[in-house]
T-cell receptor, first 110, second 116 residues
Framework: QKEVEQDPGPLSVPEGAIVSLNCTYSNSAFQYFMWYRQYSRKGPELLMYTYSSGNKEDGRFTAQVDKSSKYISLFIRDSQPSDSATYLC??????????FGQGTRLTINP | GAVVSQHPSWVICKSGTSVKIECRSLDFQATTMFWYRQFPKQSLMLMAT?????????EQGVEKDKFLINHASLTLSTLTVTSAHPEDSSFYICSARGGEALDTQYFGPGTRLTVL
């Protein structure tokens, strides 16, 4: 069993829709949770960074963490074609090791 | 701020040759740099962690004699793939940690290696 599970998709939604991306994890030691966006043939770009359970909002993006269920989510409101990318969840193990999910490939159709 | 560059962006080499990939933090000093490998449609897998001036720490299953890492300064780390083989073909991505957000890793754009 992988430490971090993420549905690879692909996920295709119409422009303006609300997108929900999710990851589950098995290691209770994970304390920091991140979402990265990766465009094709590019390095990941940090979108959101959370520590505690609950919601964190940044513009159209909301990150949600439920430590009791070991479940994290990223919501994208008013999705745009420019949001089309692969979204990776990542979790910090120890002081500096990031453990990534497989990534979900998202396409927003105009 | 917090820009990380990689060079080259892509490289094709013959089997048995060695390839060096550079990772630079352009506007901050990176206390720690990380090297990842990403196969098509798969996630990033950490290969090794390096701190400036000390030996790299390799993840289980990564051959340290094959993937040589040098972190000679606070802005430069290099990964050398020695005696490359077709199975080493992959997307290699570095990240750097440092600057104002010490807990955050900033990723480079990646280097696509194809071994013929």
């Amino acid at each position: 069993q992988k430490e971090v599970e993420q549905d690879p998709g692909p996920l295709s939604v119409p422009e303006g829709a609300i997108v929900s991306l999710n990851c589950t994890y098995s290691n209770s030691a994970f304390q920091y949770f991140m979402w990265y966006r990766q465009y094709s043939r590019k390095g990941p770009e940090l979108l959101m960074y959370t520590y505690s359970s609950g919601n964190k909002e940044d513009g159209r993006f909301t990150a949600q963490v439920d430590k009791s269920s070991k479940y994290i989510s990223l919501f994208i409101r008013d999705s745009q074609p420019s949001d089309s990318a692969t979204y990776l969840c990542a979790m910090l193990q120890g002081a500096q090791k990031l453990v990534f999910g497989q990534g979900t490939r998202l396409t927003i159709n105009p | 701020g917090a820009v990380v560059s990689q060079h080259p962006s892509w490289v094709i080499c013959k089997s048995g040759t060695s390839v060096k990939i550079e990772c630079r933090s352009l506007d901050f000093q990176a206390t720690t740099m990380f090297w990842y490998r990403q196969f098509p449609k798969q996630s990033l897998m950490l290969m090794a962690t390096s701190n400036e001036g000390s030996k790299a720490t390799y993840e289980q299953g990564v051959e340290k004699d094959k993937f040589l890492i040098n972190h000679a300064s606070l802005t430069l780390s290099t990964l050398t793939v020695t005696s490359a083989h077709p199975e080493d073909s992959s997307f290699y991505i570095c990240s750097a940690r440092g600057g104002e957000a010490l807990d955050t890793q900033y990723f480079g754009p990646g280097t696509r290696l194809t071994v013929l």
